[in-house]
């Protein structure tokens, strides 16, 4: 349940509960007028009827500067709500709102000094664990790893068809991967390696298990935004996906080992297309579109070209992939 309380000037106080009595709310009342003649009004929403809800209100008021609308998360209602009102909300439906998907998404995407931090930190603990074959160190980067608001963020930005988040997505990826694989590549010429384990050398080779991994993780982050899951524990996947392969990129590249860098920079490309590419498969199946018309008809341009490029450069990943298996086989170490 959530509570929507719209802050409006009194005339519009017969609209909002019209809209209220059409969406068949539950529950919603009204505070007094204030001096400003300006009233509270509060609505009872069920999860699945939020979006509705807000969209209704969004074109009622439009870019009014005397509103002010507010999402508040409800724990508990009492009386318990009837059975027709607690009824189970269809597996399909989003439980979160298109704004607090946007909110979300913007935020993880930002490219601040506390994401450059978190970046230099994950890649450090997770060239260390990989040198040292520590599993638990490499855990430990993959849970402070950001790199699934980026992703998820770009995904968002197609599926709304708004360029101002794609770019901003697309440019914290393109600098939080860059930077993890430099800062690797120093880690690499400066920390001698003296022979390759279990956890690097995992990192150089990609098949159908990795492309599967990529993909999941893809799908349970979107999945855990769109119904308001915890996301810690999906993040950890995503991150599984994409932080190790950067560092093992950098380390093979800066200590020389050449044939071993094309096969984890392999992994890596092929993970970055499959979380992105299960991403939007997920958000078009939950729905997630703009709401006026003219939005929507530049978001399905937008999905069109999104969705093909991934397809086409997955297609040739895998096509890669096949000759590295195919014609070519790395070194041993040492």
């Known amino acids: 349940m959530r509570i929507i309380e719209v802050v409006a000037p009194e005339g519009h106080r017969e609209s909002i509960m019209a809209i209220a009595e059409k969406q068949a709310l539950p529950d919603y009342w009204s505070g007094p007028v204030d001096e400003n003649g300006r009233q509270a009004l509060r609505l009872l929403v069920a999860a699945d009827k939020q979006q509705a809800v807000l ?64 970046v230099m930190l994950s890649t450090i603990v997770a060239a260390v664990g990989l040198l040292e074959n520590n599993v638990a160190v490499v855990i430990g980067a993959m849970v402070i790893a950001p790199l699934l608001g980026p992703n998820i963020a770009l995904a968002l930005g197609t599926s709304l068809g708004d360029r101002e988040l794609m770019w901003q997505a697309l440019k914290s990826n393109i600098c939080g991967i860059g930077l993890a694989i430099a800062l690797a590549f120093v880690i690499g010429q400066l920390w001698p390696l003296q022979h390759l384990e279990g956890e690097l050398l995992a990192r ?122 195919s014609y070519y086989t790395p070194p041993s170490a040492f």
């Open 55 to 118: 969209d209704a209100l969004q074109q009622l008021f439009g870019s009014s500067e005397d509103t002010r609308v507010v999402v508040i998360p409800v724990d508990v209602t009492l009386p318990r709500p009837t059975a027709s009102e607690s009824e189970a909300t269809p597996t399909s439906a989003i439980t979160v709102s298109r704004e607090k998907l946007y909110h979300d998404a913007e935020r993880g995407a930002r490219l601040d000094q506390n994401y450059l931090l978190l």
């Open 204 to 325: 150089t080779d990609v098949n159908l298990a990795g492309v599967a991994l990529a993909l999941s993780s893809g799908a349970a982050g979107v999945l855990s935004l769109t119904t308001g899951l915890p996301s810690v524990l999906v993040g950890v996947r995503v991150a599984v996906a994409l932080r190790p392969p950067a560092a093992t990129l950098g380390l093979m590249l800066g200590s020389g080992h050449y044939g071993h860098a094309v096969g984890a920079g392999l992994l890596l490309g092929v993970n970055i297309v499959c979380v992105n590419l299960a991403a939007k498969l997920v958000f078009l199946v939950k729905g997630v579109r703009p709401r006026t018309w003219l939005e929507k008809r530049q978001a399905r341009q937008s999905v069109a070209a999104y969705s093909a490029i991934w397809v086409v450069s997955l297609l040739l990943l895998l096509a890669a992939i096949y000759y590295w298996h």
